[in-house]
């Protein structure tokens, strides 16, 4: 019989690598907490038209890589691709954003039927922050000087970039749109397939199109810029004001537009190329019109949302990931015979009461003194507690180092998790 397989793009976490997930959320959480944003939690499947109503039915998202069925009831569901429509309607179905200013995230997995790549995958992992109720730059702001906190922590600051732009109103765009696709009309024939196929359904998105010929093409195209109303322009000087006396460094990209439909205002982007080509590592904007689009009260909000593949290949590749993180044990406690294991299993948990936060191990299964010594060594622990029935007898046990040369010494049990405490 055949062997049934994880479906492709949709990958397994094995034990050694999820020291390293909980490592680099265990520092997002934290980094939040400090900044008092509250974590939310949505189910993963939600009704298909709250994408095709937020996201754009004329996006790749939807038209493409969503991954959509019908249920028993003949409702049309679809896994999600993104967290910022499920949290809108969490947010307004639970009454969160009714006269009320929100600072949320969530973490979880999106899914989307796209070609599978290092780092991107169908089935993928992203953290989300979403403010709702606050109009102003300040919360943009903050918004980037949290995410720059986040790569200090993780020791990413000079190899992530942060890009930022302003897309201004629906209106304003519109109007820019039709300056836009008047102009390329001129080259459709030089378009690649890509830009052919969005200049009928969303043209912004050509500008930022990878094609070295569309690229060049674009040179000479209007610029976004030109046709930005007044208040998205004070909004974005303002915004550039906060970040510059904030020492948050930044590039203004006037090709930067995002791929979602409900963004307005700012959009942003930080990048790095310490992945080979140029990455996105964390992406957003502002998406004021979004709440009332999904039938809620007119409500301003801005938010992003950051890879952990991408963000946890980056750490691996750079060599940023602190030793201990990959640790998974501090201590074995190793039984030499059936009369030890009673001991054993005791004194570990002794150690487990008196060592909190620390992770004891406590050898199960029997076997000699040699296999129980190659398993305390792969476990990573720092030290092996070994019991014999002469330890037993005399109420001692023996301490060995695992990580170095130093030699074994016999320690009271009564003594032992005192020395350890001074030891790992």
């Not at 001991?343 to 406590?362: D, F, H, Q, W, Y």
């Not at 109420?395 to 030891?423: C, F, I, M, N, Y």
């Amino acid at each position: 019989m055949a062997k049934i397989q994880a479906i492709r793009g949709m990958n397994d976490i094995l034990p050694d690598q999820t020291p390293i997930w909980q490592y680099v959320e265990s520092t997002v959480r934290k980094v939040l907490s400090q900044y008092g944003y509250q974590e939310i939690r949505m189910p993963i499947v939600e009704q298909t038209d709250l994408f095709k109503r937020s996201i754009g039915e004329v996006t790749d998202i939807v038209e493409k890589e969503m991954y959509t069925f019908d249920d028993r009831n003949g409702d049309s569901l679809t896994l999600r691709p993104e967290g910022t429509a499920g949290c809108v309607r969490a947010a307004e179905e639970h009454g969160l954003l009714f006269n009320q200013t929100r600072r949320l995230w969530y973490t979880g997995p999106m899914f989307r039927h796209e070609r599978p790549q290092k780092g991107r995958y169908r089935q993928f992992h992203q953290i989300g922050v979403e403010c709702f109720g606050m109009a102003g730059p300040d919360i943009d702001a903050e918004l980037l000087m949290l995410t720059a906190r986040l790569w200090e922590e993780f020791g990413l600051s000079t190899h992530a970039r942060l890009e930022i732009n302003s897309i201004g109103t629906s209106e304003a765009r519109k109007v820019y749109r039709e300056a836009l696709v008047s102009y390329l009309e001129q080259y459709r024939d030089e378009l690649d397939e890509d830009s052919k196929r969005r200049l009928t359904t969303n043209p912004l998105r050509i500008l930022d199109s990878k094609d070295p010929n569309t690229r060049k093409l674009l040179v000479n195209a209007p610029s976004l810029s030109e046709y930005l109303d007044e208040e998205s322009v004070a909004h974005f000087e303002q915004l550039k004001a906060l970040l510059d006396a904030a020492g948050v460094e930044y590039t203004v990209n006037p090709a930067l537009v995002r791929g979602l439909d409900y963004y307005g205002k700012t959009v942003f982007e930080w990048v790095t190329e310490s992945l080979g080509a140029q990455g996105t590592i964390c992406a957003g904007g502002r998406y004021d019109g979004l709440v009332q689009q999904l039938g809620g009260k007119p409500t301003v909000a801005v938010g992003f949302a950051m890879g952990l593949e991408r963000l946890i290949l980056l750490l691996e590749t750079l060599n940023l990931v602190p030793d201990e993180v990959n640790n998974q044990a501090d201590v074995y406690v190793t039984a030499m015979g059936d009369q030890s294991v009673a001991s054993a299993m005791s004194i570990a948990n002794t150690l487990r009461n008196e060592l909190p936060g620390k992770v004891v191990i406590t050898h199960c299964g029997g076997g000699s003194f040699k296999s129980q010594m190659k398993k305390a060594d792969r476990s990573g622990a720092r030290y092996a507690v070994i019991l014999g029935e002469n330890e037993v007898a005399n109420g001692t046990a023996g301490l060995k180092p695992l990580r170095d040369d130093q030699p074994q010494q016999e320690v009271s049990q009564s003594e032992l998790a005192s020395v350890l405490a001074a030891l790992v």
